[in-house]
């Protein structure tokens, strides 16, 4: 059986329930962020067993990600608790054009703690395959050795290692730091995901092709490049190809668009499908994300992504 474990920090998040300012915005609503738990999200609503590792704090959010995770059905194995550390949550404005406003409140959270010993509580002759973020490493020293000791003990079990940069310039204390580290990390796994804009930052490059061959020659076996509405750019060092975008109805949110995507990719990998059909899988469940309100909720089950499918002509 092919089974999931991801770790990173999930958060509360409060969605302005109307346009204007964050600081004028009088209701929110109540949901579930963060890059890694939507991947989860994701992959467990696809059918597929994954387990997510975080560390929490016994508070409202705390308990509302975990009754996220049960609905989901997603492992809860990995999870752990702290006594004395609150579970980081943001802000999200509501907008009808381009990206939300997000403002954070992470910083000491519960999941800043976690550590390379938390790694050696996992047994990951249980897993197949493991999914990275660039954000578990950007909270702090003790994330990211756990980041590297996760990568690290993954190789040793022999499970597919993929590693999506995922920017957040903002937690880093420098450019130069933020990109050394990621692309430190990104040379441990099998497959990377960075996005065109991101390649610029890391790679100095937005053209697919020179990215592809930054990180193949890094130790990549495949690399994909997200470029937009124009859909992603897929090599595996032999042949290499671009699977068009998915035309969007209607931009409802665009956050989660990225996690989606993962989460198609490895979906399709694990049920043995070949990257042109996993990169496809990925656009699709990409596009649906961005026409729903939330940074999951537009995660598909099986059904649905075949609805989707069939509604976009696609066998």
Not at 15 to 21: I, K, T, V, W, Y
Not at 226 to 241: I, L, M, Q, T
Not at 249 to 261: C, H, L, M, Q, S
Request: proline residues 4%; contains cysteine; aromatic residues 6%.
């Amino acid at each position: 059986m092919q089974r999931l474990i991801l770790a990173g920090e999930a958060m509360g998040l409060l969605m302005a329930q109307s346009e204007g300012p964050l600081s004028t915005v009088r209701g929110y609503d109540l949901a579930v962020a963060g890059a890694e738990y939507n991947v989860a999200v994701g992959v467990a609503r696809l059918g597929h067993d994954v387990s997510y590792m975080t560390k929490l704090g016994r508070d409202p959010f705390g308990e509302r990600i975990c009754a996220g995770l049960k609905e989901n059905g997603i492992g809860q194995e990995l999870l752990s608790w702290s006594e004395r550390r609150r579970t980081g949550f943001m802000l999200k404005s509501r907008v009808t054009k381009g990206d939300p406003h997000i403002f954070y409140y992470r910083a000491g959270s519960a999941a800043s703690t976690l550590a390379a010993a938390d790694v050696g509580k996992i047994s990951f002759a249980e897993y197949t395959h493991l999914h990275v973020t660039g954000i578990l490493p950007a909270l702090g020293d003790g994330p990211r050795e756990a980041t590297e000791a996760m990568m690290d003990a993954a190789r040793r079990a022999g499970l597919h290692i993929s590693f999506d940069p995922n920017l957040r310039p903002q937690l880093w204390e420098s450019k130069e730091k933020m990109v050394k580290v990621l692309n430190s990390l990104a040379s441990k796994a099998d497959l990377v995901l960075p996005g065109i804009a991101e390649g610029k930052i890391l790679v100095g490059s937005d053209d697919p092709k020179e990215i592809h061959a930054f990180y193949r020659k890094q130790g990549a076996k495949r690399c994909i490049t997200k470029c937009g509405s124009a859909g992603a750019f897929w090599s595996d060092g032999v042949h290499e190809g671009m699977e068009k975008g998915v035309t969007v109805r209607k931009v409802v949110d665009t956050v989660g668009a990225g996690d989606g995507f993962a989460a198609g990719v490895l979906t399709a990998l694990m049920e043995g499908l070949p990257l042109p059909k996993a990169v496809q899988r990925g656009n699709l469940i990409g596009a649906l994300q961005v026409m729903h309100r939330g940074d999951n909720e537009g995660l598909p089950t099986r059904a649905q992504l075949r609805a989707f499918m069939e509604q976009e002509g696609i066998v």
